[in-house]
């Protein structure tokens, strides 16, 4: 069974940064391309960043230059780099994996992300 979980969530001030991470098991990770979305309450989920299984990265044009994405293949794990976060950053977080070979799609559960002074 493939497993997507999100750590790293919190409530942090205007200006902070904080680091999510999504740990999968259950799957090839190094097949899948990993990626990151919000959802704030009220608006739709969008796609906050994604890496590639060759490492190409594409960017949410509302996080460009503050936010990384980043995956580790030996510890099966993807990363976001959050800095300079402001209000309009707070959401719900949630990883996803699309397996590049079977086309099938996991969902973490989700992490809040709070930004607020």
């Known amino acids: 069974q493939v497993q997507l979980v999100e750590s790293g969530g919190g409530l942090v001030q205007p200006g902070g940064s904080l680091r999510l991470s999504c740990a999968t098991s259950?799957?090839?990770?190094?097949?899948?391309?990993m990626g990151w979305y919000r959802q704030a309450p009220g608006k739709e989920r969008e796609e906050v960043a994604h890496?590639?299984?060759?490492?190409?990265?594409e960017y949410g044009d509302s996080v460009k230059g503050r936010f990384t994405i980043s995956r580790d293949n030996a510890k099966d794990t993807v990363y976001l780099q959050m800095n300079s976060l402001k209000p309009d950053d707070t959401a719900a977080y949630y990883c996803?994996?699309?397996?590049?070979?079977?086309?099938?799609?996991?969902w973490g559960q989700g992490t809040q992300v709070t930004v607020s002074s």
């Open positions: 996803n994996a699309w397996n590049t070979l079977t086309g099938q799609d996991y």
């Open positions: 259950g799957t090839s990770f190094s097949v899948h391309r």
């Open positions: 890496i590639t299984t060759y490492g190409f990265i």
